[in-house]
């Protein structure tokens, strides 16, 4: 059993911001992608930034690009969510995800993201 340890989230105004952070285990976290996702009531979950620890190539939803920065800590196996200018629509639960790759190392093809094996237990953020 993997076990993503999150921390962060709360409930902040439009236009304030939010950090998250989340830790995997050493092999968990080791060449693979690793990021959100999020799901708001009666939405589908949706990919919102991801990383490949490997390389560090970095990838964001169009709603988040410009807003949101995911960051890396080899040292730490610690995953990253630096939010700003957070919106109403920015409210859902996030959801740090991990162990999944595509094909030349890429966490998402085509604007498809891939499908994670390991999922937190998601954090609330609230944004009024």
């Known amino acids: 059993h993997v076990q993503l340890v999150e921390s962060g989230g709360g409930s902040v105004q439009a236009g304030g911001s939010l950090r998250l952070a989340c830790t995997a285990p050493?092999?968990?976290?080791?060449?693979?992608?690793m990021g959100w996702f999020r799901q708001s009531p009666g939405q589908e979950r949706e990919g919102v930034a991801a990383?490949?620890?490997?390389?560090?190539?970095?990838y964001y939803a169009p709603s988040v690009k410009g807003r949101f920065t995911i960051s890396h800590d080899n040292a730490n196996n610690t995953v990253y969510l630096q939010m700003n200018g957070l919106k109403a629509d920015d409210t859902a639960m996030y959801y740090c995800?991990?162990?999944?790759?595509?094909?030349?190392?890429?966490?998402?093809?085509?604007?498809?993201?891939?499908?994670?094996?390991?999922w937190g237990q998601g954090t609330q953020v609230t944004v009024s």
């Open positions: 050493r092999d968990t976290y080791t060449d693979t992608c």
């Open positions: 995800v991990a162990g999944w790759r595509l094909p030349w190392n890429r966490c998402v093809d085509s604007g498809t993201w891939g499908a994670p094996n390991y």
């Open positions: 990383v490949y620890t490997g390389y560090g190539n970095k």
